[in-house]
């Protein structure tokens, strides 16, 4: 029976609180805890999952990219967009969605643009580490947050400067889906 811990950790730091070695340490910790809790559910799922990342523009047009792992390989990546007439309100989806393309296991890779890159959840936890092990610019603001069963959702960074649609610098995932989709 898989056992979990519950651990539903959200951390926002932005150029104006100093952020010290300790309070960096304290997250490389929760993810080193999350990143074997992902180890147990990987064997469980026996490597079959898929998860999305998705990117919603003040414009109201959305992006959204499916990676779909098999025995613990990427097998599958989905890109579709979404648009609206009008700019929505935050966590508004589009009603309106295209699949611009798919790409399977031959031709992974091959597009290139605003989609994510195809990763295994074991690559989204090794680019989570490099993201906390680099030093956090003033003007930038880290979040790290993971989901009720413990597993990474969120380690990255943002330019402050910039006011909407600010690119991510590291992981941000949603609909983590355990087993064969």
């Not at 150029?15 to 990987?42: C, F, H, M, P, Y």
């Not at 098999?70 to 009008?86: C, Q």
Request: glycine share 6%; aromatic share 8%.
């Amino acid at each position: 029976m898989r056992r979990f811990f519950v651990a539903a950790c959200l951390l926002s730091l932005s150029g104006n609180i100093s952020v010290s070695g300790a309070d960096v340490d304290v997250w490389k910790e929760k993810l080193t805890t999350s990143q074997k809790t992902w180890e147990t559910v990987r064997k469980t799922c026996r490597g079959n999952y898929s998860y999305q990342v998705t990117r919603d523009f003040y414009s109201g047009t959305s992006q959204t990219t499916t990676v779909v792992v098999r025995d613990n390989k990427v097998i599958e990546r989905r890109f579709e967009k979404g648009s609206a007439s009008k700019p929505l309100p935050p966590g508004t989806k589009p009603a309106k969605t295209v699949v611009e393309w798919i790409e399977s296991a031959a031709d992974l890779g091959k597009h290139e643009g605003h989609a994510a890159k195809p990763k295994t959840m074991d690559e989204l936890y090794a680019d989570a580490s490099i993201v906390l092990s680099e030093p956090i610019a003033k003007y930038e603001q880290l979040t790290v947050s993971f989901d009720k069963e413990g597993l990474l959702k969120d380690c990255f960074t943002i330019d402050t400067r910039i006011a909407d649609d600010t690119p991510r610098k590291g992981v941000a995932i949603v609909n983590l889906k355990l087993g064969k989709e």
